[in-house]
């Protein structure tokens, strides 16, 4: 690993989000290869990153927090609190002296692509860099992930943060931990000290688990004093399920300030991330991503981007199977109907509204004659006139027009 005696510059700007995008290697080439081939290739569709806003505040949220947390190691406090931590360790009670405002959130709905966020964000901060201290000698890492127990249980929990550091530092802290038996309060002492001179960031991500767990509010109180004990920020991540137990009690609230996002709206955003995506096909027939279909990728994800994703790549794997090799609204709709069903209760799909139509836009409709141009908004006028089904029908077939597109401009219409 390359040594470092400080954290790499905090970026911004059109630099930040150039070092925080990723796009797969693509070449344009694949699309006439072998089928098994362009299957193969095609999972690299997830390592798609675009950043948003919420990656920018994130990004300066963990720089910001790992930045405080190094600061305090080399100060009084920390030489003062390693004592402390000792005498923990050996089962003598001792209060933390380290604390301070150190802990937050990050809550958001699934999928929203808070975890990438995260993930991208350290990469850009050099995580996997060990980051040296002298006066003394200590091997930070800048952050560290863990995962809540699904109970909640504190001596896992405390024990997963003694084997994550092991696997970046090679030390020994978990073996040594499991054969000694200690009990929760002297690994509470061992951990403290463990943070204290080894992670600058600890984020624990489904923090939502402690909702439903009676050992939640235990979790949450070690959390705080490894805070105290340590002098570490401590990130919690997790999903919306988790706001309401941390507006429970005043305690509860004052560690769970940060961050907290929605579901995307059909922005700018999610129109970008669109058109990158896009540029992706693996399909041998190329499609130009329009407006129609940005809406109902909208409408089949309720702006999770994480489905879009998944409706993305399970359309081009059933079009390369099934033989049509093209992306279309059709085959969108088919895959949502057969890949999508556990989701579905979950999504509930909108009409995409007509655009409106100006006087002097043109369309191209077929007559006995042939082909002409008629205004755009004259054709609108037309299908308002339909009074059946088989109108609409018949209308479609002499006009080379879309039964469904027509269709749609005047009620919700889902392919089964």
Not at 6 to 31: A, H
Request: net charge neutral; with cysteine; glycine share 4%.
């Amino acid at each position: 690993m390359m040594e470092r005696n400080c954290l790499p510059d905090m970026l911004t700007g059109n630099e930040l989000m150039e070092r925080l995008t990723v796009k797969p290697v693509y070449d344009e080439s694949i699309r006439n290869q072998s089928m098994n081939v362009r299957l193969m290739a095609l999972s690299s569709l997830y390592d798609l990153y675009i950043p948003s806003q919420m990656s920018v505040e994130i990004y300066n949220k963990i720089y910001l927090s790992i930045m405080r947390s190094v600061q305090k190691k080399t100060s009084k406090e920390a030489t003062m609190q390693r004592y402390k931590n000792y005498q923990t360790r050996r089962g003598i009670t001792s209060n933390g002296i380290m604390g301070g405002m150190d802990s937050y959130t990050i809550i958001g709905c699934s999928g929203i692509g808070k975890s990438s966020a995260i993930q991208h964000a350290i990469e850009a901060i050099e995580g996997d860099t060990e980051i040296i201290l002298n006066d003394p000698y200590m091997k930070v890492v800048p952050c560290l992930i863990v995962q809540c127990p699904f109970d909640s249980s504190v001596k896992n929990l405390l024990l997963e943060i003694l084997r994550k550091i092991d696997e970046v530092l090679s030390s020994d802290f978990y073996p040594t931990a499991v054969r000694s038996k200690y009990t929760t309060d002297a690994l509470i002492g061992i951990v403290s000290q463990a943070c204290l001179n080894n992670i600058g960031l600890l984020v624990v991500d489904e923090i939502q688990n402690v909702v439903n767990s009676v050992n939640g509010k235990n979790l949450v109180g070690v959390l705080t004093q490894l805070i105290n004990n340590s002098g570490i920020s401590i990130c919690m991540v997790g999903t919306p399920e988790s706001k309401p137990f941390f507006e429970q009690k005043m305690y509860l609230a004052r560690r769970s300030l940060g961050l907290y996002y929605e579901r995307l709206e059909m922005d700018d955003y999610f129109y970008r991330f669109c058109h990158e995506m896009f540029q992706l096909q693996y399909v041998k027939k190329s499609t130009q991503i329009n407006d129609a279909i940005i809406e109902w990728l909208y409408n089949h994800s309720a702006g999770v981007l994480s489905i879009v994703v998944t409706l993305f790549h399970d359309a081009q794997e059933m079009a390369i199977l099934n033989g049509k090799e093209k992306i279309t609204i059709e085959t969108l709709n088919d895959t949502y109907n057969s890949r999508m069903q556990f989701m579905q209760e979950y999504i509930q799909p909108t009409p995409a509204k007509p655009k409106k139509q100006t006087s002097h836009q043109m369309v191209t409709v077929k007559t006995h004659d042939g082909t002409k141009e008629i205004p755009a908004q004259a054709l609108l006028k037309k299908t308002a006139d339909f009074h059946s089904v088989q109108e609409v029908i018949t209308f479609s077939q002499k006009n080379s027009r879309d039964v469904m597109e027509i269709l749609q401009e005047f009620c919700a219409v889902e392919v089964v």
